[in-house]
């Protein structure tokens, strides 16, 4: 392979990379949000992400809706699933031992994916296009207008969701719950309303993000948040799990570092070096590539 | 192999208890009747229940043929159904209700791989011939532990492999590709059974593998990989996967700009694929089939005719390969001059040059048919004949 013909590849690997790595930063947002809030590994999230495409396939074949509506309308019925979830499964065990949570949402993780199965058959369904996908040629390297659109969605939700994590009162008290929750009692801020709203901040990008892959993809199956649950997983951890930004590194990072493996080594290898990452990470920085060491309090 | 032993001897007991209860009966029919039944250890009900219901219908056509012209050796064809549910379990119990109660000379089905392995246990301890329409694993007439051929199984469909080496052909002498790319299902089976003669007669006829890259199903983004793929410059990309991922291959790979012919097995065979991938990018698409209703045979187009109007749809592969084991039974009736179950079931393995409406059939050593292929072309999202390959 000539320097010519292995740079071109290298820019295309990026631009497929970058935009597999958008979709897992919002999921990864959402996993890291709730974790920062209540220190809960939500495996049921890959499913909300499930449940977003397909309230997206709805809205666009039932109500005839187009992409904004249908990702606003997919959006807010997540949100909705999320705070009921939350209300349903994880808040009477808000003071059960972390393990108990943890099976708790592996058990709604599983009821979703069932229930789905049983309401919309394991059937995949095909997402309708939408919009169409342009392909735009810049010389040898090629783009699609859906990448530029799930790119741009992606940044644009993020923006939104940091300008309301720093700027706003709701923010500032999510804040203030995941720094410290009993503390944020005591000044009056309503916890139980702080976390319902973190739920259905999370649970609506996870839904953007299903919407978006559906679009792109044009296939969405009950079992489709699975995997994308795990590597987005991967992704907060990679970032510092907890901390906004780090998703979303993280998320950009893992999906590059899926797209050159695939491109340089074999595609064979591309989910074994994503959870070597995850190991690596583990070992040598648990905290995190932005995450800062805290000294547990004993 | 004490627990093998076990089970071996409760089978034996439950035959020859289902032997003895059907022996007090008292009404034995004459060996000598008029009439010569055959089994159907068919899918009536269940998940699979389309499979078994167009072969119940193409082989009771089959037997209406052959009675017209006045049956075998002067005796009628009878056809006998017992539903196997779709399930392994039931179509052993379908078995020894056909073999032992219903005392057929031979049984036809099933066609799930699982249910005619179950099955086989009886139909072979009690040496009644079976032939499966559509079961495709090899181990459905090999017995794996001891590589034997299983003396009484037989199938009508080639295995899977076997589609490899059909596309290398057709990649070879009708698309004159010399270099292929491999993507393949690592996750199944038959993919890698598919990649791996495609690959080995590939290069037999003297092209190269420029790249063989894998995925896992429920895979959705190939862009990295088809990436890779382009660069390498095939001049046919062969994907032997299912449909739901190959659909997306071929639209992200269209997308990218991958322009050469793209290639698979019968996986692909599935109305959601033009759907997934887009009518567009499925030109230039081929896929290796047991069976296509436009084959242009006299005999397929005589059977489609008569399928037609018998009921009122076209034949799908479970008719065609139903079609020919009931010929195929027939004949070896008619070779065997006799209902003796052991006679009919070495005459089958005999048959030889036998034209079918899905090809011309010769047992081999294991049972399964040297058989020809069809190879399915996408013209704007419909399925087209290209063309037969023959073995």
């Known amino acids: 392979m000539d320097m010519g013909s292995f740079m071109q590849q290298f820019v295309q690997q990026l631009i497929n990379g970058i935009s597999l790595g958008s979709i897992y930063a919002l999921v990864a947002l959402g996993y890291t949000m709730i974790y920062g809030i209540i220190k809960l590994i939500n495996f049921a999230h890959g499913d909300i992400y499930m449940l977003g495409a397909y309230f997206g396939f709805i809205a666009t074949t039932m109500f005839g809706f187009s992409f904004i509506p249908a990702i606003l309308f997919s959006m807010a019925c997540a949100a909705l699933a999320g705070i009921i979830i939350e209300r349903v499964a994880y808040r009477p065990m808000r003071n059960a031992p972390r393990i108990a949570i943890l099976i708790t949402a592996i058990g709604v993780s599983f009821f979703l994916e069932y229930s789905m199965i049983l309401i919309a058959t394991p059937q995949p369904r095909t997402f309708p296009a939408v919009f169409e996908a342009t392909i735009y040629h810049f ?160 | 192999m004490k627990k093998v032993t076990k089970v071996f001897s409760v089978m034996v007991a439950s035959v020859a208890l289902a032997a003895m209860l059907s022996g007090c009966g008292g009404d034995k029919k004459p060996a000598g009747g008029d009439t010569i039944k055959v089994g159907g250890n068919l899918e009536m009900t269940g998940g699979s229940a389309s499979f078994g219901i167009s072969s119940k219908n193409a082989i009771e056509l089959a037997f209406k043929n052959i009675n017209d012209k006045g049956g075998i050796n002067g005796k009628k064809l009878e056809l006998v159904v017992a539903d196997n549910k779709s399930e392994a379990a039931e179509a052993t119990n379908a078995m020894q209700k056909l073999v032992s109660q219903d005392k057929v000379v031979a049984v036809i089905g099933p066609n799930l791989s699982s249910a005619t392995i179950a099955a ?220 003796d179950p052991v006679k009919i079931a070495q005459s089958m393995a005999k048959i030889n040059g036998f034209q079918g409406v899905s090809g011309t059939v010769t047992f081999d050593a294991q049972h399964n048919p040297v058989k020809s292929a069809v190879i399915i072309e996408h013209k704007d999202g419909a399925q087209t004949f290209r063309t037969k390959i023959n073995p």
């Open chain 1, 139 to 298: 010389g040898p390297l090629v783009v699609n207008s859906q990448q530029i659109v799930i790119l741009i969605s992606a940044l644009i939700l993020m923006a939104v969701l940091t300008y309301i994590v720093q700027n706003t009162k709701a923010g500032k008290a999510m804040r203030a719950v995941s720094f410290d929750a009993d503390a944020a009692r005591l000044m009056g801020i309503n916890i139980d309303r702080v976390i319902s709203m973190t739920f259905a901040l999370g649970s609506a990008l996870a839904a953007a993000g299903g919407v978006l892959v559906g679009i792109y993809y044009n296939s969405i199956d009950p079992l489709m948040g699975m995997v994308p649950g795990i590597k987005a997983f991967v992704a907060a951890v990679l970032g510092g799990i907890g901390i906004i930004p780090g998703a979303m590194l993280g998320g950009i990072i893992l999906g590059v570092v899926e797209a050159m493996v695939s491109g340089f080594f074999s595609s064979t290898f591309r989910d074994a070096a994503a959870f070597a990452i995850l190991i690596l990470i583990l070992l040598y920085k648990p905290a995190g590539i932005l995450g800062k060491n805290v000294r547990e309090k004993v």
């Open chain 2, 120 to 339: 086989g246990a009886i139909n072979n301890g009690s040496k009644v011939l079976d032939i499966a329409p559509m079961a495709t694993n090899p181990n459905v007439t090999v017995d794996p532990a001891t590589g034997k051929t299983k003396e009484y199984n037989f199938r009508a469909c080639f295995i899977d492999p076997f589609q490899g080496t059909v596309m290398a052909n057709f990649a070879k002498n009708d698309l004159q590709a010399t270099k292929a790319a491999i993507l393949i299902d690592n996750s199944s089976d038959y993919a890698k059974g598919l990649a791996a003669f495609f690959k080995e007669n590939f290069i037999k006829n003297g092209g190269t593998v420029v790249a063989e890259e894998s995925y896992l199903q429920k895979d959705t983004d190939f862009k990295a990989t088809l990436t890779k793929i382009k660069a390498a410059a095939p001049d046919i990309l062969y994907v032997p996967g299912y449909y739901q991922e190959v659909g997306m291959i071929v639209k992200q790979g269209r997308e990218m700009g991958i322009e050469i012919p793209m290639a698979g097995g019968d996986g692909w065979d599935s109305a959601k694929l033009p759907e997934i991938a887009g009518k567009a990018a499925l030109n230039n698409t081929y896929f290796s089939s047991l069976y296509s209703p436009d084959d242009d045979s006299a005999l397929n187009k005589a059977f489609v005719s008569e399928y037609e109007k018998a009921y009122k749809v076209k034949p799908d592969v479970f008719a065609a390969l139903a079609y020919d084991s009931a010929l195929l039974v027939a004949e070896a009736i008619k070779n065997a001059g006799d209902t």
